[in-house]
């Protein structure tokens, strides 16, 4: 499987080959959990979202087994509870694909597709990983806030978006108008974060507050 420059799809293949350590990763997650996931997992949400929410990378026991992004992970918790209380989901988030969760307005994909063994992608995975991202930004056509998680995924967008890193540091909070749309970057939800307090929901609720008025704005 290959996509010629300029063709790639918004989704990776579930089976996608492009990083061998990330498809011996799955492949030996697969052998011990045959049940799970274990692909490239998809975007989610509203094809017509104006708010598109870029994570780091599927969880292995989260997005890795149950195949929608931060679904079945304490990063979910936090972050299925802040879009709902922004009203960008409809239904009750209950950690299964199946819960019946729809997001209005809303789209979550990650930087990179695959699980990485300890939730690090190296900088090639994260490269090579990039053209389904661009694709997938630039697939939604009603785009307007981009609301990237961590510093490797504020990162890899800003190289997505054809901008210039030294430009458009990452900062937790951090807001750049770039052409009519946002980019806006928090700090990861992560377990380490919230249980540091380096990120507090309040930190949250602050970043999607801003996200909010953007839109409406
Ligand atoms: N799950 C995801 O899908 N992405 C993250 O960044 C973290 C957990």
């Known amino acids: 499987m290959t996509f010629p ?4 799809p918004p989704e990776a293949p579930r089976d996608c080959s492009y990083c061998s350590r990330l498809v011996a990763y799955r492949h030996e997650v697969a052998s011990r959990e045959p ?3 274990n692909g ?5 949400g509203d094809p017509l979202a104006d708010l598109l929410v870029v994570g780091l990378a599927p969880g292995v026991t989260g997005a890795n087994r149950t195949g929608r992004p931060f679904t079945g992970d304490w990063a979910g918790d936090l972050l299925y509870a802040t879009l709902g209380k922004f009203g960008f989901s409809e239904g009750v988030y209950k950690g299964h694909p199946e819960d019946g969760l729809v997001l209005k307005r809303a789209m979550i994909t990650n930087a990179v597709r695959c699980v ?8 090639a995975e994260i490269n090579r990983c990039r053209p389904f991202l661009e694709t997938r930004l630039a697939s939604l056509p009603r785009l307007k806030v981009i609301l990237c998680l961590g510093k490797i995924s504020h990162e890899s967008t800003v190289r997505a978006l054809g901008l210039r890193l030294k430009d458009h540091p990452f900062g937790h909070g951090t807001e750049y108008d770039v052409g ?7 700090y990861h939800c992560s377990r380490y974060n919230t249980n540091t ?5 309040e930190m949250f609720e602050d ?4 996200a909010r008025e953007r839109l409406e704005g």
């Not at 990485?116 to 900088?123: A, E, I, S």
């Not at 009519?180 to 928090?186: G, I, M, Y």
């Open 5 to 8: 420059d300029g063709q790639y």
């Open 35 to 37: 049940d799970w996931f």
């Open 40 to 44: 490239a997992v998809p975007s989610f």
């Open 197 to 201: 307090r380096r990120l507090t929901p």
């Open 207 to 210: 970043v999607f507050r801003r």
């Open 116 to 123: 990485p063994p300890q939730n690090k992608p190296v900088g």
């Open 180 to 186: 009519p749309r946002v980019l806006l970057s928090s």
